[in-house]
């Protein structure tokens, strides 16, 4: 069965941090992103890997940077967090090829003091 | 005009009762469509995808209309387990590595 496994599933941080959320996929997918969820802003692209090493810029990339050392795990790094990051951090994953349908992971929900 | 727009609700719907809800779209290229079930403080799941005018599986039916550029979402027979967020997601032109974007889905309570 499909697997994206998120690393933690709370995180409490203080303004300033740097924090890196982990995720790691068992499918061999070679595409791999980060959304953030937040309440009447739904589902908003961060960043999106489509190899390794290999990065683009979603929608909202501000504030952070990802990492794609291997094809299993992409991590997203916030370098300085602030309270405005505070939310609900979604990890997915598809093939290519595959057709579109993302398998997401389980979710951190992240809150900066 | 926005790229995926759903009615939040929420869509508060006896049981038993049966319920519809639509997405609409900007991107006339979209040759995929999917409708997410995402329950509270849960991840996403594919519950539906779309490849041609519609599909069925069960109590759920989505039907894509390419011309109005939306595709809705009907629920028969509505159980109490069906209460949750449903987010449609149409895909891109061809298949791209790039994400999907999604709606900001439809609330939907089904009360007994």
């Known amino acids: 069965d499909v697997k994206v496994t998120q690393s933690s599933r709370y995180l409490v941080k203080r303004t300033g941090e740097k924090v890196f959320l982990e995720c790691v996929q068992d499918?061999?997918?070679?595409?791999m992103f980060w959304y953030r969820q937040d309440p009447g802003l739904g589902l908003r692209l961060i960043y999106f890997s489509y190899d390794v090493k290999m990065k683009e810029k979603g929608d909202i990339p501000e504030g952070y940077s990802v990492s794609r050392e291997k094809k299993e795990r992409f991590s997203l790094i916030l370098e300085s967090a602030s309270t405005n990051q505070t939310s609900m951090y979604l990890c997915?994953?598809?093939?290519?090829?595959?057709?579109?349908?993302?398998?997401f992971g389980s979710g951190t929900q992240l809150s900066v003091l | 005009r926005k790229e995926v727009e759903q009615d939040p609700g929420p869509f508060n719907v006896p049981e038993g009762a049966t319920v519809a809800f639509n997405c609409t779209y900007s991107?006339?290229?979209?040759?995929?469509f999917f409708w997410y079930r995402q329950d509270c403080r849960k991840e996403p799941k594919l519950l539906m995808s779309v490849y041609s005018s519609g599909n069925e599986d069960g109590r759920f039916t989505a039907q894509l209309n390419r011309a109005s550029q939306y595709i809705s979402l009907l629920i028969r027979d509505s159980k109490l387990s069906d209460s949750a967020t449903y987010l449609c997601a149409p895909g891109g032109s061809g298949g791209g590595a790039d994400g999907l974007t999604f709606g900001k889905g439809t609330h939907l309570i089904i009360q007994p």
């Open positions: 991107n006339s290229a979209s040759q995929s």
């Open positions: 997915a994953s598809k093939p290519t090829g595959g057709g579109e349908k993302l398998f």
């Open positions: 499918m061999d997918h070679e595409n």
